[in-house]
């Protein structure tokens, strides 16, 4: 099929599988995603993830976490960050270790220990924050505490494959570059980005029209996570901070931001959570493999019990930091991207591939209805939306 008409026929079908199972009383993106699975190669075969879909996913996940970003004030982040950092460690630490027990019971090698702990240690900060912004609960002191961890997980996660694929090439070169990268890039955007950047989008909102404005956000979005990806990291994390650093700035002027959230919902997003459904490739071997149910069913049980001990001590209930385990638990882009180079690099075969694939996938599904039920559970919740909610 035509590349153009790929993208027509999947954004059409992306939106109205959402909307209707937004009807339905479920979150839009299980009916986003739910389109691409059925327009892909598991059940009609009609689309393809390639060019031009990459391309427009992976900007996708940039315009969903720089949104995410600015969504979520830098005083609401700090104010959740030993919350974040305390659900972070017990919600790598716990999976990592059921992953590596998983993978020793059934006789992996080490590398694919390795590897099976590594991704199931890594959180989908895109899935869980588009869950926040659809319950109007991304400033909430839980959602605040999702996303905190959220990005040190994928931080950790990213570390944790550096160091999986210096191992199985013999080589420390990416561990180190990964480690030295990654803390300047952080350390520049937090002493630099925050002097430099809300300056430059001032100057532009200046302009006659706000055409500048809007070109010097995009700009800025993508270059900080051009220069996270450079510096090791996942480019979604640079997305994210140039979003929390602009976020003020752009908060003041409703118009910017409904311009840019908007455009950035209509299309990229779409895209994203639907080129998600596209890589799934099921087979019956893959689904009668002994390995995906214990996957699965261990996924859930070390992100959301470590979630859920982590944050426990700094949330007013028990079901609020419940709550935070759901908001771990899916798998998304950032670890089907780990799996993908560990496939390349002879790290894993395709049948554990796949099994990875199918427990994404049923994680990405499951994480915003189960969100929807914490939160209906969580009493004296705030629902004011933030701003620019749609």
């Not at 706000?210 to 270059?223: D, G, K, S």
């Not at 949330?315 to 899916?330: C, I, K, W």
């Amino acid at each position: 099929m035509d590349p153009l008409a790929q993208v027509i026929l999947i954004l059409v079908a992306a939106k109205a599988g959402g909307e209707l199972l937004e009807r339905m009383g479920y979150p839009a993106q299980v009916g986003e995603i739910a389109a691409g699975i059925i327009l892909g190669p598991s059940v009609l075969g009609l689309v393809t993830f390639e060019e031009p879909l990459a391309f427009l996913s992976e900007i996708g996940i940039i315009a969903l976490l720089f949104v995410s970003g600015v969504r979520l004030s830098l005083k609401s982040f700090a104010a959740s960050e030993k919350a974040a950092v305390s659900t972070a460690f017990t919600g790598v630490v716990l999976p990592f270790a059921l992953g590596w027990g998983l993978g020793v019971l059934m006789d992996f090698s080490f590398l694919e220990t390795f590897f099976i702990g590594t991704a199931l240690s890594i959180s989908s900060i895109g899935i869980s924050v588009r869950s926040l912004i659809d319950l109007r609960s991304l400033e909430t002191p839980s959602g605040a505490t999702i996303v905190g961890a959220a990005v040190i997980d994928d931080v950790l996660g990213v570390v944790l494959l550096a160091a999986l694929i210096a191992v199985a090439s013999g080589s420390e070169g990416s561990l180190l570059y990964t480690l030295i990268g990654g803390s300047v890039f952080i350390a520049g955007s937090v002493v630099v980005g925050r002097r430099v950047l809300p300056v430059v989008l001032a100057r532009t909102r200046g302009a006659r029209t706000h055409e500048l404005a809007y070109t010097a956000a995009i700009v800025i979005a993508l270059l900080m996570a051009w220069l996270a990806d450079f510096a090791g990291l996942h480019y979604s994390i640079g997305a994210f901070m140039a979003g929390m650093i602009l976020g003020e700035e752009i908060r003041s002027d409703r118009s910017l931001f409904d311009g840019i959230a908007d455009f950035a919902f209509g299309f990229f997003v779409t895209i994203f959570f639907a080129s998600i459904g596209l890589l799934v490739v099921v087979t019956p071997e893959t689904l009668l493999s002994p390995f995906v149910l214990p996957l699965i069913l261990l996924a859930f049980v070390g992100k959301v019990l470590g979630g859920f001990l982590g944050a426990a001590p700094f949330m007013a209930t028990r079901a609020e930091a419940l709550v935070v385990g759901f908001g771990l638990f899916p798998r998304g882009e950032i670890a089907l991207v780990v799996s993908q180079i560990a496939l390349a690099a002879g790290v894993i075969d395709h049948s554990l591939f796949s099994g990875f694939t199918v427990m994404v996938v049923v994680s990405v599904l499951l994480t915003p209805v189960l969100m929807a039920w914490g939160y209906s559970r969580v009493p004296f919740r705030d629902d004011r939306p933030p701003a620019g909610a749609r």
